[in-house]
């Protein structure tokens, strides 16, 4: 069973937004840590952003004045507002999050979250 599932991926005109959601498939999982990373074709995984339980939200510089991660601690789920979507948006984007609570200076290393979900796709095109 895959341990997060995201959803609100799809296809949106280059100025559009999306929002993502992810969710734990056992809502008895409370994550202190919970990120979003993506993936384009040829390219290698890279992380967005990503919100503790605990305190602290942390954006990739080049998507902070665009996206906004959020969560509710209560859905024990996480959203990325998506706007002002660029073709270079288009990636696969994945929910990622560690049950710890990791250090700010981790929260951009894959290496660092233990559950993932399998992705949702994201196409900005025209």
């Known amino acids: 069973q895959v341990?997060?599932?995201e959803s609100g991926g799809g296809v949106v005109?280059?100025?559009g937004s999306l929002k993502l959601s992810c969710a734990p498939s056992e809502q008895s999982f409370r994550y202190d840590t919970m990120g979003w990373f993506r993936q384009a074709p040829g390219k290698e995984r890279e992380w967005i952003a990503t919100t503790r339980r605990s305190g602290g939200t942390y954006y990739k510089e080049s998507v902070k004045a665009r996206f906004i991660i959020s969560r509710d601690?209560?859905?024990?789920t996480v959203y990325l507002q998506m706007n002002s979507l660029k073709p270079e948006d288009t990636a696969a984007y994945y929910c990622a999050a560690n049950i710890n609570r990791l250090i700010t200076s981790s929260v951009g290393d894959e290496r660092m979250y233990r559950y993932w979900g399998q992705g949702t796709q994201v196409t900005v095109s025209s």
Do not use: E, F, I, R
């Not at 601690?73 to 024990?76: I, L």
């Open 13 to 15: 005109q280059p100025g």
């Open 73 to 76: 601690n209560a859905k024990n």
């Open 3 to 5: 341990p997060l599932v």
